[in-house]
Structures are given as structure tokens and as C-alpha cells.
């Protein structure tokens, strides 16, 4: 049956991340079997999923897949679980358009898994009825199952809130949090920082846990979660069969991952090592040389909060640059394309990169690129068919500048996004592809394939 629950908000930092997190810490704890889920692109809030539930949290992107390829990530990963815990973005009506397309609420409706709407009480009493009953009556096919309230100032404003929800709206009050003095989770940007980047990551969780134990009805939200009906099954969207013919020893493919890079769909690498791959993971901060690969796959992450490390680790750098110059399959994303330029510039300071790509990379204070993309094929390259569009996630304060008067051919024109200057993304050198742009396997499997048959095909040159 599938046992699940979304925890949805009326607006971003409203709270999900926090109670998301406790609640699957709290789960876990007692011995259940809890699948996480984040709606949407995010890798910060996945990687946070996963630490809190010890077992990898899944992507399900209304944008980056089509119906099938969620219900098939969904009902694959859910399967066996005790509970499935799907944390929503943005406000729950929150869309691309104004019909809510790609919004947690249709997330929700597809899955056909019951909404609790965690709603900020500051300085509110009755009103937070009216709130909730709005989003009741907005869309009567969305299935409301319960209210978390959030930042609640004493208890006689949580009783009239709690009456008031109850006789308004006829749903349960299944939690209220107080507001709270203290928030160990670490934020930068628009969200937390990464729990790789901080030792108070498991103290952070614990201390959510606790809230969440003492403020909300966690038996209540277990019933709502195992009251869900039926999802129909559908063919599609799993992980696929090997490509490797009988014979062929498989290729190994490395990925850096690490205290810079760590911005790994879980999908981009089963869909990897599921075709065949053996693959091999790298630091690129304490690993002397690259090892010998077939491919290289560089996803993203921060490396501007390591660059005097990336910058120190010269030897791994410049076997790298060799690997790329003898024509080693590379495919990398946003923090690993930035690590191929030249130069990484912040703080009115210079860091050598790996110098694969005639690029470099100055740090911004404002976001130059943020949501979704969509790019169409217009240069050669090693992975992808001209005239093929891909659907993808930027996110990067970095803006990228030649270093070299030379022309550039450009793999991809910009539909949606911004890229490298609003119009273009992506380059290539021989075997290597860089953009911006990060792509999810499970909506986009020919990624995948087209990696591997490099590495097959590089496997062979001897």
C-alpha cells in the first residue's frame, strides 16, 4: 500500500526541512523503515534527508521527469518501507505557471498522498483557520489530511488556533511547535549549509528529532501516512539492465566526491553502475593522481569553500588535465565545470583550477543562475544528438569569463536559464563536456547510456 505522507508549507522556510527531518530521525529511531523524498532539484535538503534516515533520499521532479518516471522512482524506492516521507518545496500551491504546474500539490495529487500544511501562527489566531481553509477549497481533489502548526508563542494562542482549524475546517491539529530560541542547522544562501561542511550535523538532527517528539503527534501522522489508498502500478521509470555485451569487461568510471563535490542524484550513478560501470569513487582534496578510469563524471558542490585545498592538491590537478588532453571521457556539472577552468577569483584572490577549459570563474555575492533550464543541442559533442533538448537545475553564484581571446563553440543554447551568459552553456575539449546545468537520470536515461558507451569505447584504445 505504501504508506506515505508529504509535508507541505505556505511558503519556503516555513519549516519543512526542520520537522521533514525529525520526523524521519524520529521513524528510524524506533526501528521503521522510512523512504525520504524531496520534491523538486534540491541536493542540500536531499543530502540532509539522507544523513537523518541512513538510506539515500530520492528526487521527484514534476519538471526534470514525466508522470511515469516518478510513480516508477516512487512506488521502486517505496516499495517495502515502512513509511515514505515526501518533503515539498516552496508553498504548496507554488508552481511554474499559474496553474501550479510541477507544484508540491500536484506532486501530491500524483502520488495520491496525504498533504499536512505546516502553517507560521506568528502573531495569528483565527486567521490561520481562514489560511488553511483556503488551501482546502483552492483544489478539493488535493487530499489535506492534517495541520502542523508552526512558531507558536503560549499555549492559549495554540488552543484557539487548534479549535478554530478543527471546527473551520474538520482537520486534525497534529502538531504544534513552539517558537524556538535556538536553530543549530547552519544556514547559507537560500537554505543550510550542506551537513558535509559541518561537525554539529548529527547534533543538529538530534535536536530536531527531539522537537518534533515532544511537539508533534507522531502516531497520528502514522495513521494519516498508512490510511493512503492505493497507488496504481506502471511500467517505466526503474533502473534499467546492462548494456555491456557478454565479454566486455565493464568500464570504470570515476566520481569525485568529497568535502568540494558531492551534488550526486542518487538516480546518475545506480543508472551508471546498472548499465554495467564499476564505479570509482575519488577525492580530489587528499588523492595524489587520478586513478585509471574509462570516464569521469565531476558533479557539483561548493568548490569555492575548499579552493585553497583544490588549489594545493597540484599533482591531482595536473594528472587531470592530462587525462582530458589524451582524451579521457569527462562530463561535469556547475561545481565541476568550475573546477576545470583556470582560475577560481574570490576575495580578491587567484586559485589555480585544473586549466582543462580557457575559462575563469568569479565568485558573485547574488546568484547568477537559479532553477530550472531547458538547453537545445547546437554544437558537437560526445554525449548528446544535435538539435536534442535537455531539461535541467542551475544554481550558481559563479559567472564565468574567457581567459583566453579565442573563439568558443558553444554545445548548447539556452531555452530556459541562464548558463554561462544567458544565451549559451556548455563546452567541449576533445572528450570532455562541462555546463552549468545538472541532469537527473531517472527523467533523462540516454545521459546515462551515452556516458557509459564513451567509457567502453575509451576502454578499447589499447
Given at each position: 500500500?505504501?504508506?506515505?505522507?508529504?509535508?507541505?508549507?505556505?511558503?519556503?522556510?516555513?519549516?519543512?526541512?526542520?520537522?521533514?527531518?525529525?520526523?524521519?530521525?524520529?521513524?528510524?529511531?524506533?526501528?521503521?523503515?522510512?523512504?525520504?523524498?524531496?520534491?523538486?532539484?534540491?541536493?542540500?535538503?536531499?543530502?540532509?534527508?539522507?544523513?537523518?534516515?541512513?538510506?539515500?533520499?530520492?528526487?521527484?521532479?514534476?519538471?526534470?521527469?514525466?508522470?511515469?518516471?516518478?510513480?516508477?522512482?516512487?512506488?521502486?524506492r517505496s516499495d517495502g518501507m515502512d513509511?515514505?516521507?515526501?518533503?515539498?518545496?516552496?508553498?504548496?500551491?507554488?508552481?511554474?505557471?499559474?496553474?501550479?504546474?510541477?507544484?508540491?500539490?500536484?506532486?501530491?495529487k500524483l502520488l495520491k498522498a496525504p498533504v499536512l500544511l505546516i502553517v507560521d501562527v506568528t502573531m495569528s489566531t483565527r486567521t490561520i483557520a481562514a489560511i488553511t481553509k483556503g488551501c482546502q477549497v483552492f483544489d478539493p481533489d488535493l487530499d489535506m489530511a492534517g495541520v502542523i502548526l508552526n512558531r507558536v508563542a503560549?499555549?492559549?494562542?495554540?488552543?484557539?488556533?487548534?479549535?478554530?482549524?478543527?471546527?473551520?475546517?474538520?482537520?486534525?491539529?497534529?502538531?504544534?511547535?513552539p517558537r524556538l530560541r535556538e536553530n543549530p542547522f547552519p544556514e547559507r544562501h537560500m537554505g543550510l549549509v550542506p551537513h558535509q561542511e559541518t561537525e554539529r550535523a548529527a547534533k543538529a538532527v538530534s535536536w530536531a528529532e527531539k522537537i518534533v517528539s515532544e511537539h508533534i503527534h507522531l502516531d497520528q501522522i502514522w495513521k494519516i501516512a498508512h490510511g493512503a489508498g492505493p497507488v496504481q502500478a506502471v511500467s517505466g521509470g526503474l533502473l534499467p539492465e546492462s548494456i555491456i555485451p557478454p565479454g566486455h569487461a565493464s568500464p570504470r568510471i570515476g566520481f569525485l566526491k568529497d568535502r568540494a563535490f558531492w551534488f550526486y542524484y542518487p538516480e546518475n550513478l545506480?543508472?551508471?553502475?546498472?548499465?554495467?560501470?564499476?564505479?570509482?569513487?575519488i577525492d580530489s582534496i587528499s588523492d595524489r593522481a587520478l586513478p585509471s578510469l574509462d570516464a569521469l563524471y565531476i558533479g557539483g558542490g561548493f568548490p569555492e569553500t575548499q579552493a585553497q585545498a583544490?588549489?594545493?592538491?597540484?599533482?591531482?590537478?595536473?594528472?587531470?588535465?592530462?587525462?582530458?588532453?589524451?582524451?579521457?571521457?569527462v562530463y561535469a556539472e556547475c561545481g565541476g565545470f568550475m573546477y576545470?577552468?583556470?582560475?577560481?577569483?574570490?576575495?580578491?584572490?587567484?586559485?589555480?583550477?585544473?586549466?582543462?577549459?580557457?575559462?575563469?570563474?568569479?565568485?558573485?555575492?547574488?546568484?547568477?543562475?537559479?532553477?530550472?533550464?531547458?538547453?537545445e543541442v547546437i554544437g558537437q559533442n560526445p554525449y548528446y544528438p544535435l538539435g536534442q533538448l535537455l531539461r535541467g537545475h542551475e544554481f550558481h553564484y559563479s559567472r564565468a569569463v574567457a581567459?583566453?581571446?579565442?573563439?568558443?563553440?558553444f554545445v548548447f543554447r539556452v531555452n530556459r536559464?541562464?548558463?554561462?551568459?544567458?544565451?549559451?552553456?556548455?563546452?567541449?575539449?576533445k572528450k570532455l563536456l562541462a555546463s552549468y546545468t545538472h541532469v537527473h537520470a531517472a527523467g533523462n536515461p540516454a545521459w546515462a547510456r551515452s556516458l557509459l558507451r564513451a567509457a567502453v569505447e575509451y576502454g578499447k584504445r589499447e
Open positions: 500500500m505504501h504508506p506515505r505522507v508529504v509535508i507541505a508549507g505556505l511558503k519556503g522556510g516555513s519549516g519543512k526541512t526542520l520537522i521533514s527531518l525529525g520526523l524521519v530521525s524520529a521513524w528510524r529511531k524506533k526501528g521503521y523503515r522510512v523512504a525520504p523524498f524531496k520534491k523538486g532539484p534540491d541536493f542540500i535538503d536531499a543530502g540532509w534527508l539522507t544523513f537523518a534516515g541512513h538510506r539515500p533520499c530520492y528526487n521527484l521532479d514534476p519538471f526534470l521527469m514525466n508522470q511515469t518516471q516518478i510513480l516508477g522512482s516512487f512506488l521502486h513509511i515514505s516521507l515526501i518533503e515539498g518545496n516552496r508553498g504548496l500551491y507554488d508552481g511554474l505557471d499559474v496553474n501550479g504546474c510541477c507544484s508540491t500539490a500536484e506532486l501530491s503560549n499555549q492559549r494562542q495554540e488552543g484557539l488556533i487548534r479549535t478554530a482549524v478543527e471546527k473551520y475546517c474538520d482537520l486534525p491539529v497534529v502538531g504544534a511547535i545506480e543508472y551508471l553502475e546498472r548499465l554495467g560501470a564499476v564505479l570509482v569513487q583544490l588549489a594545493d592538491n597540484e599533482g591531482f590537478r595536473e594528472s587531470l588535465r592530462e587525462a582530458v588532453e589524451e582524451g579521457l571521457p576545470l577552468g583556470k582560475r577560481l577569483l574570490m576575495n580578491n584572490r587567484s586559485y589555480p583550477m585544473v586549466g582543462a577549459l580557457p575559462l575563469e570563474f568569479i565568485l558573485q555575492k547574488k546568484p547568477q543562475g537559479h532553477g530550472y533550464t531547458v538547453l581567459s583566453e581571446d579565442r573563439n568558443r563553440e536559464g541562464h548558463g554561462i551568459d544567458g544565451l549559451r552553456d556548455g563546452l567541449c575539449r
